[in-house]
């Protein structure tokens, strides 16, 4: 049974879901915080269920010897090390709108705390000074609101400021004008919105793009009194910029929900005059937490259970319904990829992988990773579908896929092709009503191979008498064979013969096979398939 850990504060119904899904569960949700007993104990879980607290740093990942899934109850990815996840073959998912219209809300919340002052007029309230002179504050309606970000949340905010009858103004260089006027907003240049914004609120991810977006050059464009908003991410803002622009007036006020260092227990920020602060709680509603707790725990165990794959930021979703449907053709690509990878000795420079005909309708993403892992896999062990894309990329390898309707007998074959300095090869397969795969074409040779643990692939010369010699000798061997298929390009040509033996071919009877005279090479293979 799969074993997950969840070491951030997560709603109750996380935990059931994942028990009521065949999955074991450890909720321990301070232990997010303790690096050290974290690192001692990650070892033993193939999931991790976390909020914002848990850092996956790399060295996390390299403890994390059994880990398959990250899942993270919320958007934000940033405290997990995606690229160290990813080649270490570990999916990273989250939960995208699960708590975008909470988070929404708290922007617009702390923009009518900073235009009227509210927190600062409670806490003078609370104790007793009803000071009425004191808090002055501004309007709301006719100004203008700047959305820096205009995705899931930054586009719930431009359409609560359209409610309240702001004039909203939107930088996101993905929005369309179509979406621009669907939310009857204007899409603006970032300059523009600096120019022109009395308040403006962040919606953007934490990029290289966007950090310190918010800067002493970008305040000093903006109009006297702006008021800044901040739910997405600490380190948009430059706090020490925007503290100067507090104290020299040009910016009125700002609700900051997030900061550069977290947890922020100390601040020069703090206790500055119309300055809103909250601990990141733009995340914390009941409905939120139940919306990504349910979300991530699903998300996860259908991936640990099912393999399917939904949300994922480093690999194709694959949805619960089509994962066993796929699984077959994830398998044929695999051993597609594995044949090509175990006979290739010199370095790979080109992969296509071409789907004909039904196979052109499916997952092709899914595929095309299942193709690379099991093409590197002989090269590097701790491969998968998650890594190999990357693992490929790093390496230089072309890769290129094609579609095509379909050409020949089957109703659907992957063909892998793969060039190196000294040659191209391929091979085609398929899977049959039996869900196995077959291998249904070698070097443009047809013929029907079922795949087995254990093969031996010869190129022979096309003589009488060759399954004899093959056969005595693997008799010779004690080796017996479970299938043995054949096929030539001519008669008297060129054959290549595929044998699925019952156990693995011993490498020093090779030489035997090989020193006859009409056997070119013979080359012992591994599958990872069941056995028939
Ligand atoms: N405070 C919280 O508790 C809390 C809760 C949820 C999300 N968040 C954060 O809110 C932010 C937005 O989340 P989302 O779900 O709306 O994400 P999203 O991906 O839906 O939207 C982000 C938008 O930013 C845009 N963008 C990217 N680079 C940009 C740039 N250089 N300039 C302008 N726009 C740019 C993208 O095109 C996209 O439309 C994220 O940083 C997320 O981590 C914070
Ligand atoms: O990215 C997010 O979803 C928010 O920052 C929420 O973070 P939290 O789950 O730690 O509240």
Redesign the pocket.
């Known amino acids: 049974m799969p074993r997950v850990l969840v070491s951030d504060k997560l709603s109750p119904t996380a935990v059931q879901i994942f028990k009521d899904r065949g999955v074991e569960v450890d909720y321990l949700p301070d232990l997010g915080k303790d690096k050290e007993k974290l690192l001692e104990v990650i070892g033993q879980y193939d999931g991790l269920a976390i909020r914002s607290a848990t850092k996956v740093t790399e060295k996390l990942i390299a403890a994390a010897t059994n880990l398959k899934v990250v899942g993270r109850a ?3 990815v ?1 405290n997990v090390d995606i690229p160290a996840a990813s080649r270490r073959g570990i999916i990273v998912m989250n939960t ?1 709108f699960g ?2 219209i909470t ?1 929404a809300e ?1 922007a617009v919340a702390m923009m009518f705390a900073v235009a009227r002052q509210i927190p600062e007029a409670n806490a003078s309230t609370h104790a007793g000074k009803w000071e009425k002179n004191r808090f002055m504050g501004v309007e709301i309606t006719g100004k203008t609101l700047g959305v ?7 586009s719930i905010v431009a359409q609560r400021g359209v409610g309240l009858k702001m004039h909203v103004v939107a ?5 369309s004008d179509d979406r621009a006027i669907e939310l009857g907003i204007e899409k603006v240049e ?1 300059e523009e919105l600096f120019a022109r914004a009395d308040f403006i609120t962040l ?5 290289d ?2 950090r310190n ?1 918010i800067n002493k050059d970008a305040i000093t464009k903006m109009k006297k009194g702006v008021r800044i908003i901040n ?3 600490g380190g948009l803002i430059v706090e020490a910029d925007l503290i100067e622009g507090l104290k020299s007036g040009k910016v009125a006020g700002a609700g900051i ?2 900061f550069e260092v977290e947890p922020a227990t100390e601040s020069p920020l703090f206790n500055m005059e119309n300055v809103v602060c909250t601990p ?4 914390s509603t009941d409905e939120a937490q139940e919306n990504v707790a349910l979300q991530v725990a699903e998300q996860m165990s259908d991936y640990l259970v099912k393999g399917a794959v939904t949300n994922a930021i480093n690999m194709p979703s694959i949805s619960a319904e089509e994962a066993p449907r796929l699984k077959p053709f994830v398998k044929l690509a695999e051993v597609l990829g594995a044949f090509v990878g175990q006979v290739t000795e010199e370095p790979i420079k080109e992969v296509e992988v071409l789907f004909d005909g039904a196979t052109a309708g499916m997952n092709t993403r899914a595929l095309i990773s299942a193709t690379l892992a099991g093409l590197i896999r002989p090269q590097v062990a701790d491969v998968n579908m998650v890594s190999a894309p990357i693992m490929v990329k790093e390496r230089g390898i072309v890769l290129s896929e094609v579609k095509r309707d379909k050409s020949g007998v089957f109703d659907g074959y992957i063909k892998l092709t793969v060039k190196t300095d000294k040659r191209v090869r391929s091979i085609a397969g398929t899977v049959f009503s039996d869900h196995k795969p077959r291998f249904i074409q070698i070097k443009g040779i047809n013929m029907d191979a079922e795949v087995g643990r254990h093969m031996l692939y010869m190129a022979n010369k096309d003589v009488p008498g060759i399954i004899g010699v093959i056969g005595s000798i693997c008799a010779k061997h004690g080796i017996n064979i479970a299938n043995f298929s054949l096929g030539r390009d001519n008669a008297g040509g060129n054959a290549i013969a595929m044998l699925y033996l019952d156990e693995a071919f011993p490498e020093e009877v090779r030489a035997e096979l090989e020193g006859h005279e009409f056997i070119g090479s013979a080359k012992p293979l591994q599958f990872d398939v069941e056995e028939v």
């Open positions: 919320g958007i934000g940033d995208p708590n975008s988070t708290h820096i970000g205009c995705g899931n949340i930054g930088f996101d260089p993905f929005l970032l919606h953007t991810p934490l990029t793009k966007t977006i739910c997405a991410r929900d997030v990141h709680l733009g995340a």
